[in-house]
């Protein structure tokens, strides 16, 4: 069975940083794009950042500048250090991946963690 799980949230002040980590498990054949993604209460889920296998990033502009993806590839982990942190950073995180895996009946493409709360205090 495949899992992402997510580590490192907490409860930081204003201005402070903190970094999360991904590990994917399980059995992966490929992985090509890993992501952050954060929900707040009674809002949408939103792209945080992505990465691809070749390290080409992408940001949201909300966080361009403060926050910085990374990943290694050997160990199936994506990484986000979220620097300067605002009250409205203050959300769920979700790690996603993207690629080839079998959860033991079929290939899926597409895997979520559990989500890691960070909330930023003013």
């Known amino acids: 069975q495949v899992q992402l799980v997510e580590s490192g949230g907490g409860l930081v002040q204003a201005g402070g940083s903190l970094r999360l980590s991904c590990v994917a498990s399980g059995t992966i054949f490929t992985i090509t794009n890993m992501g952050w993604y954060r929900q707040a209460p009674g809002k949408q889920r939103d792209l945080v950042a992505t990465?691809?296998?070749?390290?080409?990033?992408n940001y949201a502009d909300s966080v361009k500048g403060r926050f910085t993806i990374s990943r290694d590839n050997a160990k199936n982990t994506v990484y986000l250090q979220m620097n300067n942190l605002k009250p409205e950073d203050t959300a769920v995180y979700y790690c996603?991946?993207?690629?080839?895996?079998?959860?033991?009946?079929?290939?899926?493409?597409?895997?979520w963690g559990q989500g890691t709360q960070v909330t930023v205090s003013s």
């Open positions: 990465i691809t296998t070749g390290s080409n990033t």
């Open positions: 996603n991946a993207e690629g080839l895996f079998f959860d033991g009946v079929t290939v899926q493409n597409d895997y």
